[in-house]
């Protein structure tokens, strides 16, 4: 079964500075890759998505993020953080192909930026 | 484009009383999807539907949760007999077409509260 982890519950940065958050996925066959955002009280907001081709993929409000297949990982990045990027981020993966497209997300990163 | 539409916001129920949760997809979308959020096992797939037909129910607890769509136009989720452990946010989302590898578009979500 895929599985999705995000080894940092919690991550705080100081604004202006730079940001990886970390996932990593277990599956089998291709997976196709998404980091969502979750702002207090609202639904996730799709960041960015990895389906095909280069690598890099750049999304939303400055958020890129990269696959590395030999790694199993899809790590999230943002060259300098604002206060508004405060937020729960969630990355996700799905089945490439087949019949099932449910999403098996991580427990998520809560990411704090400080003044 | 108003996005995906979830009714109420907030509900809560006593134990043991029904609850009925609704969900508008937005339109055009041939897929709906049901999840459950919750502090303790995040993110958790819980059924989804293409055009109406529901195909993957492999998340719905077995006993008093229930999924409907009998129209394109909203789903529900209906739990019998509501116990305190079913207190979470429940998220609908839709997606243009799965079979092309459209992200899901998440609706506000849902607070179900069992006192």
């Known amino acids: 079964a895929q599985s999705v982890t995000q080894p940092d519950a919690r991550v705080t940065v100081s604004e202006g500075a730079s940001l990886q958050l970390r996932c990593k996925y277990s599956y089998s066959g291709t997976p196709y890759l998404f980091w969502y955002v979750q702002y207090p009280r609202q639904g996730l907001q799709l960041l960015l998505k990895?389906?095909?081709?280069?690598?890099v993929v750049q999304g939303v409000n400055g958020f890129e993020a990269e696959f590395i297949k030999s790694n199993s990982s899809f790590h999230l990045r943002k060259a300098s953080v604002h206060w508004s990027d405060s937020a729960v981020y969630f990355c996700?993966?799905?089945?490439?192909?087949?019949?099932?497209?449910?999403?098996?997300f991580g427990k998520g990163t809560l990411l704090t930026v400080t003044p | 484009n108003a996005g995906v539409i979830q009714t109420p916001r907030h509900k809560v129920t006593g134990k043991g009383q029904e609850a009925t949760l609704w969900c508008e997809p937005i339109s055009g979308h041939s897929a709906v999807f049901w999840y459950r959020q919750t502090i303790v096992q995040g993110l958790e797939f819980l059924t989804y539907?293409?055009?109406?037909?529901?195909?993957?129910d492999s998340g719905m607890p077995k006993e008093r949760f229930s999924a409907q769509m009998p129209n394109q136009s909203h789903s529900t989720l209906k739990i019998q007999s509501t116990q305190p452990q079913d207190s979470a946010v429940y998220l609908c989302?839709?997606?243009?077409?799965?079979?092309?590898?459209?992200?899901?578009?998440f609706g506000p979500g849902t607070r179900l509260t069992v006192l």
């Open positions: 539907f293409r055009n109406q037909a529901p195909i993957d």
């Open positions: 989302a839709s997606s243009l077409d799965e079979l092309g590898g459209h992200e899901q578009y």
């Open positions: 996700a993966v799905r089945l490439w192909g087949g019949s099932n497209y449910k999403l098996t």
């Open positions: 990895y389906y095909s081709g280069d690598p």
